[in-house]
């Protein structure tokens, strides 16, 4: 037999979803333990007792009835410092000699045995719990027994949830004030959207509970928008990105010279090693288009036109005109007196964007502060 002991003194918040709780771990066939912090150190014979208590029901003096009909004996002393809610129900309960009846009804009989066995000894068979889970969630919340609901959320949340019940998890999380199951649920739910359309859970709850399917559908909704709205921004900042990085080649080409093109007073080296700009191989093919072509004015050449706008970008990111060997670089600077707000406004936002995604504010070939 399998036994497995796990402590409980912290109950986790949502979110962010945190780690599996420390696992003391002893095993015996399939048989799991959970105790509390303070039990840790309870032998194996103690624990064998408690179970021995339930199963035989020595002078028992309460009487469980389930839908079965089936009885359950417990002992009330127990079963009050269990769980509140059994004490309250044992002091309104009828009595009948030495011995009381309480009702457990609307859960199967087996399911009330595995929650019953639990408040003795904090054991239960794991092929139980994977059978009754929901059962025992639903029993845990209504009898306020907090440790065996966060044992059912842990095992729910470690496999035992399914695109197939994750719906009715869901609405039964939001019944039993589980936050962090409901939250799980409602990820895999907007994760698997059209699959869990398709279950049987959905098409129940579309008749029963309108109200939350149209919940449901808007947080989709919104979901979609959110991640179209971070799609958008990822493009946008890659845009920039590429051209800060031709900003950088086109410095690197006018300063130093790449390859084979370069300032008329370099002198290139046949083997010299590979550039480490990756924009340089693009932007060269345009400088010698830009030099060769006879349009060469904007408006007349597509890629001479934004040769100009890269020579102007340059000059608005450049941080030291004065020392700057691009072409153009102080004439652009003094053309921006003559521009108009719009588009010198346009030009200000291109500016702030491109430096801000690169986070180079003060780096040594532009500045904010130039912009």
């Given at each position: 037999?399998?036994?497995?002991?796990?402590?409980?003194?912290?109950?986790?918040?949502?979110?962010?979803?945190?780690?599996?709780?420390?696992?003391?771990?002893?095993?015996?066939?399939?048989?799991?333990?959970?105790?509390?912090?303070?039990?840790?150190?309870?032998?194996?014979?103690?624990?064998?007792?408690?179970?021995?208590?339930?199963?035989?029901g020595?002078?028992?003096?309460?009487?469980?009835?389930?839908?079965?009909?089936?009885?359950?004996?417990?002992?009330?002393?127990?079963?009050?410092?269990?769980?509140?809610?059994?004490?309250?129900?044992?002091?309104?309960?009828?009595?009948?000699?030495?011995?009381?009846?309480?009702?457990?009804?609307?859960?199967?009989?087996?399911?009330?045995?595995?929650?019953i066995?639990?408040?003795?000894?904090?054991?239960?068979e794991?092929?139980?719990?994977?059978e009754?889970?929901?059962?025992?969630?639903?029993?845990?919340?209504?009898?306020?027994?907090?440790?065996?609901?966060?044992?059912?959320?842990?095992?729910?949340?470690?496999?035992?949830?399914?695109?197939?019940?994750?719906?009715?998890?869901f609405?039964?999380?939001?019944?039993?004030?589980?936050?962090?199951?409901?939250?799980?649920?409602?990820?895999?739910?907007?994760?698997?959207?059209?699959?869990?359309?398709a279950?049987?859970?959905?098409?129940?709850?579309?008749?029963?509970?309108?109200?939350?399917?149209?919940?449901?559908?808007?947080?989709?909704?919104?979901?979609?928008?959110?991640?179209?709205?971070?799609?958008?921004?990822?493009?946008?900042?890659?845009?920039?990105?590429?051209?800060?990085?031709?900003?950088?080649?086109l410095?690197?080409?006018?300063?130093?010279?790449?390859?084979?093109?370069?300032?008329?007073?370099?002198?290139?080296?046949?083997?010299?090693?590979?550039?480490?700009?990756?924009?340089?191989?693009?932007?060269?093919?345009?400088?010698?288009?830009?030099a060769?072509?006879?349009?060469?004015?904007?408006?007349?050449?597509?890629?001479?036109?934004?040769?100009?706008?890269?020579?102007?970008?340059?000059?608005?990111?450049?941080?030291?005109?004065?020392?700057?060997?691009?072409?153009?670089?102080?004439?652009?600077?003094?053309?921006?007196?003559?521009q108009n707000?719009?588009?010198?406004?346009?030009w200000?936002?291109?500016?702030?964007?491109?430096?801000?995604?690169?986070?180079?504010?003060?780096?040594?070939?532009?500045?904010?502060?130039?912009?």
């Open positions: 037999m399998e036994k497995t002991e796990r402590s409980y003194e912290d109950s986790p918040a949502p979110p962010p979803l945190p780690g599996p709780p420390t696992i003391i771990s002893s095993r015996k066939g399939s048989l799991v333990n959970r105790y509390p912090v303070q039990y840790r150190s309870v032998s194996m014979a103690t624990q064998g007792l408690w179970d021995r208590l339930f199963d035989e020595y002078r028992a003096d309460v009487a469980i009835n389930t839908d079965s009909g089936t009885i359950i004996y417990g002992h009330s002393s127990l079963l009050g410092i269990a769980s509140p809610v059994f004490k309250c129900m044992l002091k309104q309960s009828r009595s009948e000699g030495n011995q009381r009846s309480i009702s457990i009804r609307g859960v199967p009989f087996e399911a009330v045995r595995v929650f066995r639990f408040l003795y000894s904090s054991c239960y794991q092929e139980e719990m994977q009754y889970v929901l059962h025992l969630l639903v029993l845990s919340h209504v009898f306020v027994v907090p440790q065996l609901k966060r044992e059912c959320e842990w095992q729910l949340e470690q496999g035992l949830l399914t695109i197939e019940n994750v719906v009715d998890i609405q039964l999380a939001l019944l039993c004030d589980a936050p962090r199951l409901s939250l799980i649920s409602h990820r895999l739910i907007l994760k698997s959207f059209k699959d869990a359309c279950t049987d859970g959905w098409r129940v709850m579309k008749w029963s509970h309108p109200v939350l399917e149209k919940e449901l559908l808007e947080s989709v909704i919104e979901a979609d928008a959110r991640q179209k709205e971070r799609m958008r921004k990822l493009n946008e900042r890659k845009i920039y990105l590429q051209l800060y990085e031709a900003m950088e080649a410095v690197h080409i006018c300063r130093d010279g790449c390859r084979t093109i370069g300032p008329h007073d370099k002198v290139f080296i046949e083997d010299q090693t590979p550039c480490s700009y990756q924009a340089c191989k693009g932007l060269e093919s345009l400088i010698r288009h830009f060769r072509c006879k349009l060469r004015v904007p408006g007349g050449c597509v890629h001479c036109k934004r040769m100009w706008q890269l020579l102007e970008l340059h000059s608005r990111l450049c941080a030291d005109s004065d020392m700057c060997r691009v072409p153009l670089c102080r004439n652009f600077k003094q053309k921006r007196r003559k707000k719009k588009d010198e406004m346009k200000r936002i291109l500016v702030r964007k491109i430096l801000r995604t690169k986070s180079i504010s003060g780096a040594p070939f532009f500045s904010l502060a130039s912009a």
